[in-house]
Every structure is written in C-alpha cells, then in structure tokens.
DNA sequence: TGCCCATTCAAACAAATGTTTAATACAATT
DNA sequence: AATTGTATTAAACATTTGTTTGAATGGGCA
C-alpha cells in the first residue's frame, strides 16, 4: 500500500525523455478522465490501463497502487484549481466589490465550460465533494477554504457586514452553488428539455450568474 | 438479472404481517440509507445485509438483485420526491409569483433540512444526478421535469417573458442549485470553518434562499 | 561485448462481491 | 398427519478486481 509512496516524479533519475514517461502521462491522463467520468469506484485499474495501452501492472509500477493514482490525478487537479483561484484574484484586483465578484464569476465560468479548459479537473472536483474520499481533507482545506475566503471578503464589502457573518457564507454558497450546477446539469439537463446543458454562450452563463448572484445579495442586504 | 421482476410487492399472497415483509423492509431502510450515503458502487449486499441483519440471499429472494433492490428505493424515493413537488404547488396555489417562489423554497427547504423528514432521500437523488445510473432517465422525467416547469411557470410570470425563453430556465437552475449545495455541503462546509453546514437554522436558510433567488432574479430582469 | 538499470509484459494470486443452490423451518391448508 | 408453499440459512460458485511475481526487453555505459 505504501510501497512506493514517493513515485510522483516516478523514473527522473535517467531523463530518457522521449518514451520515459510516457506510459506514466498517459495513465495519468486516462485515469484522470475516467475517474471525473464514472468515480473512483467504478473505475478498475483495468479500464485505465486499457485506455492508456498500458499493461495492468503499469498502475502499481509507476504509482503504487490505485490509490497513488488517484492521489497523482489529485494533486494535479488541485494545483490547476488553485491556479484558477489565483487567476480570479488577479482578475480583479484593486476592482471594487461587485467588479471583483464579476471577474470572479467570469473566470470561473470560462475555466469550468471553455473548450480550451480541462474541464475534467472540475467534475473530477464536484465529484469529490459529493462522494468524499480521504482525499477531501485536503482539497477542502488547500483549495476550497482560500477560495471561500476571498468570495467572502468581497460579499463581505458588499453587504457591508463583516465577514464572518453568517449571511456572507451563506450568499457564498449560493454563488458557488450555481457553478457546481453547471457541471452535473451536463448530464442531465438534455433529459429535461434543453439540448445541451445550461443554454446559452459561456459569456452569456457568465452574465447570467454575476446578475443573479450580484441581484441576489443586493435583496439579501435589503431584507 | 430480470429473474425476479415484479417483486415490488414481494410475498403478499398470504398476509402473515408479523415477519412476513419485516425483512424485505429492513433491507429496503438499510438499502437507502447505505445507497444515500455511499452510493451504488461503495455499498455491497453483504454490508446491506448485515445492518438489515438478513442473509446474504435475501436480497435476491426479495429483490432479484442488488439492481432491483437499488430500483424499489429509487421508487421510493421517486414517490417522496413528487410528493414534496405537489406540496409546493400546493402551498402556492392562487398565490403571486413571487410567493409561489417562496413557498416553494420554504416547502423544500423543510423537506431537505427539517427532522421529521427523510433527508436521505435527497441526498441519493443529488447522488443520481451528479452519478447517473440506469435510473436517471425516469427520475428525470418523473421528477425534475414536472418540478422544472412548475417553477418555470412562477419565473415566467415574474421576468415577464415566456416560459422557454432562456433566462428562465438558468434562473430556475440558479434557485434549485441553491438546494444541491445545502445537501453536499453538511459534509463539506464542517471543513471549512462553519460547524454544522450552512449557518442558521431552517427557517433562516429559507428565507436566505427565497430573498437571494428573488433579488438575482430582479437583477436578471433588470439588465 | 557484457553488465546494469528501468521498464514492460503475461501470468497468477488472493480477496471481495453478486449470485445460486440445496437443505431446513414454519405456518397454513387439506 | 400429510402436504404445500414461502421464508430463511449456510455453503459454495463464478467473476471481478487490485496486486504481485518473475521473466523478458532494450537502451546506456564501462
């Protein structure tokens, strides 16, 4: 189980980079993509190595198990989540409260739905919260807190309250809430009657969802 | 597979009500607490079995399978969840848009939060939708979509537009996101710093989500 | 060339899991 | 009392699944 914990940078010693690791990035990107598609638990080592035209023994090689693949895939995820955080923050700053908050809608919904994005990352991440593995801990704490935090800071100007109000954490659930929508209604959403998730462009999504949010706390500051 | 279809009602030819379907319901409550709170793939029969302190064969008897059984307390559920549709047209019924809205809202909220109600069965129906079985399509059509159009009406009426103009549907995917997020994050938000999910009690969070969906939908119609 | 090292591969293993089977118990009916 | 049909049970079965093993491969280097 804990044979191999410290693979992440795997085989570097001799950089034979040409079909080093290759077999390593690809496992990484097939187990990345079936485990936001299907979960942890309905994805076999099997299935991966397929996908990845590896042999089944390349998993436990080069990761240590599936859990190590599931921490790699991880880790990865994570670091690109907080590079969106950042780039949110960068967006907007030195705006006042409600600009910030629309940049901050504004890079969240090209990074979630632009073709350019590993939109993966995110499902892979919503997935996460609703099925936790011992994984959330540490997601919660290094990608959700900073990011709950900063939401909050601007709603906080916003309502002119402060910021451990118990209005602002709940008017940043709402706004992150609708995000989290815009993944799983993918799915779903084609069943009901619209043809292809949430209607409408990415600019227009995230239009929408900066009105609504920036609506929705000006009713809650005016109760 | 399909051995043992039409076995909803089981052995109900003789009616020995005392142990005769005290079994097949123990695993029907197991089932949907162990499904709700792990999923499809994380729980076993045998795990199932052993909380319904039935044997290992029981689920076959009774069910068919571990399929059907995962069916009969989606059917369940499904009941449950129209039920909870049928009360907030209910509880609106000759009202305004606006409180039709609110009543909504506020009829939700209490089903999904409140003690005398059966949280689990919304918990494994945010877990059908964010990790679609077979199931999906007839809780789609059974369930959201009735629930999405009678919402839609209500926001219809309040953008002044018609009911498939796209505002519409990503206002009343904004409102019912707010919903998901109180599920997911009873788990997640004791991470973060609040200490029991979303801040105040049910009421409050109610009347948090009614003044939120109504501002935003204000900022929406007011672009 | 010959050795060394990381990597790949087919095969096998052990544990877990959904399902089946045959026997038994029990209550109602004939 | 004998029979019938339902329910329960322990044991076994067949598959799946994560992991391990030992041999083979192939390139770099003395």
């Given at each position: 189980m804990a044979t191999h914990e410290l693979s992440t940078s795997g085989?570097?010693?001799?950089?034979?980079s040409?079909?080093?690791?290759?077999?390593?990035a690809?496992?990484?990107?097939?187990?990345?993509?079936?485990?936001?598609?299907?979960?942890?638990?309905?994805?076999?080592?099997?299935?991966?190595?397929?996908k990845a035209r590896a042999n089944v023994a390349a998993v436990n090689y080069h990761?240590?198990?599936?859990?190590?693949?599931?921490r790699a895939v991880m880790r990865h995820a994570m670091e690109t989540m907080q590079a969106t955080t950042e780039a949110a923050r960068e967006a907007g700053r030195?705006?006042?409260?409600?600009?910030?908050?629309?940049?901050?809608?504004s890079v969240f919904a090209e990074r979630?739905?632009?073709?350019?994005?590993?939109?993966?990352?995110?499902?892979?991440?919503?997935?996460?919260?609703?099925?936790?593995?011992?994984?959330?801990?540490?997601?919660?704490?290094?990608?959700?807190?900073?990011r709950m935090v900063y939401l909050s800071s601007?709603?906080?100007?916003?309502?002119?309250c402060a910021p451990d109000d118990p209005k602002v954490l709940r008017c940043a659930l709402s706004v992150t809430s609708q995000f989290n929508s815009l993944l799983w209604t993918k799915g779903?959403?084609?069943?009901?009657?619209?043809e292809d998730g949430v209607p409408g462009s990415v600019d227009e999504i995230a239009e929408h969802i900066a009105q609504f949010s920036l609506g929705g706390m000006s009713g809650v500051k005016s109760r």
């Open positions: 085989a570097s010693s001799t950089g034979k040409s079909e080093d690791r290759e077999t390593r690809r496992l990484l990107y097939a187990a990345a993509r079936l485990f936001a598609e299907r979960g942890y638990a309905r994805v076999t080592v099997r299935d991966i190595c397929k990761f240590g198990g599936k859990d190590g693949l599931y030195d705006l006042p409260a409600a600009d910030r908050i629309r940049a901050y809608v979630l739905l632009g073709v350019h994005h590993e939109t993966w990352i995110h499902q892979l991440m919503l997935r996460e919260l609703s099925d936790p593995t011992p994984a959330l801990t540490m997601v919660a704490e290094e990608v959700l807190k900073p601007a709603i906080a100007e916003l309502l002119h779903v959403a084609k069943l009901l009657d619209a």
